[in-house]
């Protein structure tokens, strides 16, 4: 009889201390959710800024009559002394929440650095341009021009102006899909590069497939650029250091994309470094 009572007593203990821990861990666990979901919040917040929603995101806002990101503009530049030519970068103004569509606007402040004469380059001076933009515009006071230089969703990152003799270049880094899939448009996803030619009004872009476009240096005096790909076919696999990479030559004036290794070297290479005899 004894023993049926302790037995007792020893699930109705087990069954509040279960309870009671139950309790507790609810407690516990509302206690932190608010702090989990702000800095969830925050992180996301902080992508949508430095990002351009997805085309997808942006389909389902418009079926709302909504709208996440604003249009602004950074204050001008006054690119061409000469020929008196400003460019007025475009940036993304994002809310905190979706609204329905309402005229805004939010001027933000863009730096700008003189990195000064350049020996032994084919330019004599770079402007670099910090911040992300959704576009640039050109624009002509004198000749009451305004040119758009992209007609299409963009980011924009790594903008220079180089400064040759005979012209002067925009050169910067873009991104155009969402192509990692995760609802944004930035530098987490495949980039190319752009040249921009304030005299020709002519945009070259430089691309190879899905490859990733990493660095780029003029060469010798020219207008020829080392470009650096980082390679899409290993997108997906980790490595201890940096993903393979590879360099090619873009010859300015043919608009042309070449290796720089040959395939036979390539091969020597790999050859070489898996110790098998060539």
Do not use: W
């Not at 821990?21 to 800095?39: D, N, Q």
């Not at 997805?54 to 020929?83: A, C, F, H």
């Amino acid at each position: 009889m004894k023993i049926e009572k302790i037995k007792n007593f020893n699930q109705v203990m087990l069954a509040i201390t279960g309870i009671l821990g139950t309790f507790l861990l609810l407690i516990v666990i509302i206690a932190i959710l608010p702090e989990i979901l702000e800095r969830f919040d925050f992180d996301r917040r902080s992508k949508i800024t430095n990002s351009l929603i997805s085309e997808e995101m942006v389909e389902r806002l418009n079926m709302d009559n909504q709208r996440l990101q604003i249009v602004s503009y950074e204050s001008p530049e006054l690119i061409d002394t000469v020929n008196v030519i400003y460019i007025i970068p475009v940036s993304i103004s994002t809310l905190d929440k979706p609204e329905t569509v309402v005229e805004a606007a939010d001027n933000g402040i863009m730096a700008l650095y003189d990195y000064g004469s350049t020996k032994n380059k084919g330019y004599y001076k770079d402007n670099y341009f910090a911040g992300l933009f959704a576009n640039i515009i050109v624009y002509q006071p004198f000749e009451n021009k305004t040119v758009l230089l992209f007609n299409e969703r963009i980011m924009i990152n790594m903008l220079h102006a180089y400064y040759f003799k005979d012209e002067v270049l925009l050169v910067f880094y873009t991104a155009e899909k969402d192509t990692n899939k995760d609802g944004f448009v930035n530098f987490e996803d495949d980039t190319n590069l752009c040249i921009y030619s304030l005299k020709t009004g002519i945009m070259r872009r430089i691309t190879d497939g899905t490859n990733s476009i990493t660095d780029y240096q003029f060469v010798g005096n020219s207008k020829d650029m080392l470009v650096e790909f980082s390679l899409s076919q290993y997108k997906d696999v980790k490595f201890n250091s940096y993903k393979p990479r590879k360099i090619m030559r873009y010859e300015f004036e043919a608009e042309k994309l070449s290796e720089v290794v040959p395939e036979t070297i390539q091969q020597q290479m790999q050859t070489l470094l898996e110790g098998k005899n060539y």
